[in-house]
């Protein structure tokens, strides 16, 4: 229910600090490669469709679960974070 350290503080400060927003930035990308990296794997090895490029993937994946983690604690439920797994497995991380 705390939800994601990073994603909370990027929501209160990245009006009031350019160089923290920018800092944020730069975790982002590079909590992004690892899964870019994994997804391209999962491509190369046809385990995963290949319509989308990895780090598109990595981007709307890391969207969507913050966005998930924002929405399980204004609605105090675990529902957002479940459908977020059960839709991302049963496409992105579908067969291909």
Request: charged share 25%; proline share 6%; aromatic share 10%.
């Amino acid at each position: 229910m705390r939800g994601c350290l990073i994603g909370d503080f990027s929501l209160e400060v990245v009006q009031e600090s350019e160089p923290l927003r920018q800092h944020l930035v730069a975790m982002y990308r590079e909590w992004l490669q690892p899964f870019s990296d994994c997804i391209a794997e999962a491509q190369a090895a046809g385990e995963i469709d290949s319509t989308f490029a990895p780090r598109d993937l990595a981007e709307f994946l890391l969207a969507s679960w913050e966005g998930a983690i924002l929405r399980m604690k204004v609605e105090r439920s675990g529902e957002p974070l479940r459908r977020f797994k059960d839709i991302a497995f049963a496409t992105v991380f579908g067969p291909p």
